[in-house]
Every structure is written in C-alpha cells, then in structure tokens.
C-alpha cells in the first residue's frame, strides 16, 4: 500500500501490508502453510523466499502491517510476547549491561530478568516510571534499556513517554515499551520518542483468544536488521496461522477498542461507587494519578481495569469464583470479558519479590459484550 502516511489507522488496520493477491486477486492474504519455496535455479528466489523461518509470505503481511500501524520502519511478528522482549533485550544488551524496569512489571517480564536475564549478567533495578526523577535515580552508567510499561500490570499506572525517552537518550540508553495494553490504536510509542515497542499479540492485536503471538517494532533500520537475523539465528518466528489470525483480528482492532473503552469507563464507574471496593485502578477515572498526562498521549483509556477489595483477599477470590459472564481466566484483550486474581494467577512469579501483588486486587479485561449484562453480573458477584 502506497503513501501509508497519507492514510488514517482504520485503513492501515485493513490495507497495510495486504494487498489483494497478485495470482488470483484474493481480497485476504493467503495462508502459506509451507516449510520451503521453490528456487528458480540456485539462488534464484521468488520475492526473495527460501525458507519459512527465515520469511514467510504471510508473515511478511503482519509485519508491514505492524510497522504501518506503530509508525516504524522494521515490524517482526515472533511465537510470543516474551520471545519479542527475549530478542531485543538480547539485540540490544551485553553480559553487565543493567536495564530499569517498572515496580509493577508484567510477571513473565519480572521472571525474564529475573530467571534468565540475570543468568546472563544483566542486572535490573524496578523503579515507579511515572516519577522520573525516580527513573533518572536508577539509571546507572551500564543502563543500556529503561524498559516501559504503560499502562502497566495490573494497577495501569502511566508513564511520560516522551520524557522517559528524553532520559533514556541522554544516558546512551534505548527505551523499549510495551504497548500490549494500549494497542497501537490508543498509543503510539514510537511516535513519542521510544526506541522499540513491543507486543503480545495474542492480546488485543489478535483479540479473539485463540492464538499466541508477539511483535517488535523500530524505528532504527540497522536496529531492525540486527533483530531479524538475532530472530532468524534462533527461530523464534511466528508460524503462518498464527500471524493470519493476528492480521485478520487487526482488522477490527479500532472499532473493538472503542468498546472496550466505553465498557470499561462505565464499569469503573460503577466500582468507584461501590461500597465493598477500597480503590479502583483506571486511567479514565479523574481521580487516576495518571488521568491527565494519559488524556495527552493516549486516544482512549483502555479496556482493563483492576480494583482492590475492602475485606481482602478472601473477598477479592469470591468476587472472581461468583462471576458468570465474566470467566475467570489468564490472558486479556478478547472480545470477551475475563476476571483474575493476579496474586495467584498472572503474577504469581513476582510473590515474595519487591513487585509482589497484594491479595485483596482483582483484575478486569472487560470485552465487547453488552455493558448492562456486565455491570449486573458484577454487582451480583459483589454482592
């Protein structure tokens, strides 16, 4: 697709990468579910294809889309979220180099560091990204990455974007977010300074539970050439179905965000009114610490919302074992609605760590369903 800046999201959403196919005119990018391309002669590749792990035409598809849709200029789709982030901090990081990451980071990330990371010899200090004198305290002369959640995990705190950029630039260092929970429908990193984002794109991106993917996106070209031969050196590539079943839930992304926004304003609405409910954690919500700075470089507020229970954790379980339309169950951004504990559930690996969870919070991905059956099936699991 041509002139992709002349062009609103919406369409990239549809067109980006996508054209119909050349060979029968085909409106959806096919499936090429094939190992190996034919060569015609030795060395002789048709659109440069020899091998799926090292393209794929589908593939291919996905990442344009990716780079249209997040405003870079290299896009990688990989067989997970975390096999993104293992990439790039790889790419970019050296035995010794130290990285700063969010006190409340995602768990896979926290055990990434933590587990494999550190094995490695990169260090980590968590600190609140939304202060960022806190941040500047944290960066060492050996930070090669402050790495950036916003909103983050699960108390959808917001960070300056722009200005984690600035700070990270000075210190000779990358900043990476991560955009899982915004999409880049709502938020556009790249376009605010950051170096790389990343993506679960089994989350909002794929939006219909039933795929596990990942995504890199840069700006840098030579960055971007490094990635793809660290991805094609280890493998961690994203099959052909998988990446169809992304594109074709892209498709939808920008009107599904928009429900999932107006769901989710609504229903933590309610939650601030409940008596049985100490605080509530949304960026829509005026009284959000990050309320103003997310107004500013968000188009939307998202679709999560996490709350703290006033009787602790044995209220919080209950809450999450009595709801009906909300299924308990990891995971976010479907179109349908999930409720977890993240304590004992998504962040179980941060228990006992400085990043641990307390047990009186529940968190909501509240989907696309009807608004009223969702705000009632709350109010009868809270009783």
């Given at each position: 697709m041509s002139h992709e800046g002349a062009y609103g999201f919406e369409t990239l959403a549809i067109h980006a990468g996508q054209e119909p196919d050349s060979a029968t005119g085909a409106v959806v990018p096919p499936i090429y579910q094939t190992s190996t391309f034919k060569q015609d002669g030795v060395g002789g590749l048709r659109g440069g294809y020899e091998y799926s792990r090292s393209a794929n035409p589908t593939r291919t598809a996905l990442e344009e889309c990716?780079?249209?849709?997040?405003?870079?200029?290299?896009?990688l789709a990989f067989a997970s979220g975390l096999a993104a982030e293992d990439c790039l901090l790889r790419a970019v990081c050296r035995p010794g180099d130290h990285v700063v990451i969010p006190d409340d980071a995602y768990g896979g990330t926290y055990r990434l560091f933590a587990s494999v990371l550190a094995e490695w010899g990169i260090s980590y200090t968590s600190a609140p990204l939304g202060n960022l004198a806190a941040v500047r305290a944290a960066v060492r002369p050996a930070t090669s990455v402050i790495w950036c959640e916003t909103p983050t995990n699960p108390y959808l705190?917001?960070?300056?974007?722009?200005?984690?950029?600035?700070?990270a630039h000075e210190a000779g260092a990358l900043l990476a977010v991560d955009n899982t929970f915004a999409s880049p429908y709502l938020q556009?990193?790249?376009?605010?300074?950051?170096?790389?984002?990343?993506?679960?794109?089994t989350k909002y991106l794929g939006g219909h539970s039933d795929v596990i993917?990942?995504?890199?996106?840069?700006?840098?070209?030579?960055?971007?050439?490094?990635?793809?031969?660290?991805?094609?050196?280890?493998?961690?590539?994203?099959?052909?179905?998988d990446c169809w079943l992304v594109l074709r839930g892209i498709r939808t992304l920008g009107v599904r965000m928009d429900r999932h926004c107006a769901n989710a304003e609504r229903i933590a609405a309610m939650l601030a009114e409940h008596p049985r409910v100490g605080q509530v954690y949304y960026p829509g919500?005026?009284?959000?610490?990050?309320?103003e700075l997310a107004a500013k470089q968000m188009r939307g507020f998202g679709g999560m919302v996490s709350f703290r229970m006033r009787d602790g954790e044995a209220a919080a379980l209950d809450?999450?074992?009595?709801?009906?339309?909300?299924?308990?169950g990891e995971s976010l951004g479907g179109v349908e609605s999930l409720i977890e504990h993240p304590g004992r559930m998504t962040h179980a690996s941060v228990a006992g760590s400085p990043l641990e969870v307390p047990g009186d919070v529940v968190r909501l991905s509240v989907g696309i369903?009807?608004?009223?059956d969702l705000v009632a099936d709350l109010l009868a699991a809270l009783g």
């Open positions: 990716l780079a249209a849709l997040e405003v870079g200029t290299t896009g705190r917001i960070a300056d974007i722009a200005g984690l950029a600035g700070l556009q990193p790249l376009a605010l300074g950051a170096d790389a984002v990343v993506h679960s794109t993917g990942g995504a890199l996106v840069v700006t840098d070209v030579d960055l971007g050439a490094r990635l793809a031969t660290l991805q094609n050196s280890t493998g961690s590539v994203a099959g052909p179905f919500l005026l009284e959000h610490p990050g309320h809450v999450c074992n009595r709801t009906r339309v909300f299924t308990l369903e009807s608004v009223d």
